[in-house]
């Protein structure tokens, strides 16, 4: 069966349901950096949010790719697998949290630049 969460329903409301499912999305992120994931897995994790992320911002047809996509489900999958598998779960280190600030940062600057780049767009255009 095909189920259905909250975030794809969020996507209808224009602006405010992106930033939800962004949100929604984040956290779930920064739970596998406090939990000291290992890159690999938060890297897959970031490309699920980004894509889940990117598509949203398709007008009409991102709501229904979101809830095909489903990013959040895939990410709590791989967080839970890799809390079942605590081998995987090293001590931080210096370059680990180097990583993990890498990751973030991307987070912010698609959420941020990503938005602007179109806004200027749009204007020149105009």
Do not use: E
């Not at 095909?2 to 975030?7: I, K, L, Q, S, W």
């Not at 602006?15 to 956290?27: E, K, M, Y």
């Not at 809830?67 to 839970?80: G, Q």
């Amino acid at each position: 069966p095909f189920r259905v969460g909250v975030d794809p329903f969020l996507s209808f409301i224009p602006g405010a349901g992106q930033v939800s499912g962004a949100v929604f999305g984040s956290v779930l992120l920064f739970d596998a950096a406090r939990l000291h994931m290992p890159i690999p897995v938060l890297a897959r994790m970031l490309g699920n949010w980004t894509i889940d992320w990117a598509i949203g911002l398709i007008p009409f047809v991102g709501p229904f790719l979101d809830a095909a996509w489903r990013s959040n489900l895939k990410n709590l999958k791989l967080l839970n697998r890799t809390i079942d598998n605590r081998q995987q779960v090293h001590q931080a280190s210096v370059s680990y949290w180097i990583a993990v600030a890498a990751i973030l940062t991307c987070m912010v600057l698609l959420t941020i630049a990503v938005p602007i780049a179109l806004i200027v767009w749009l204007v020149s255009r105009g």
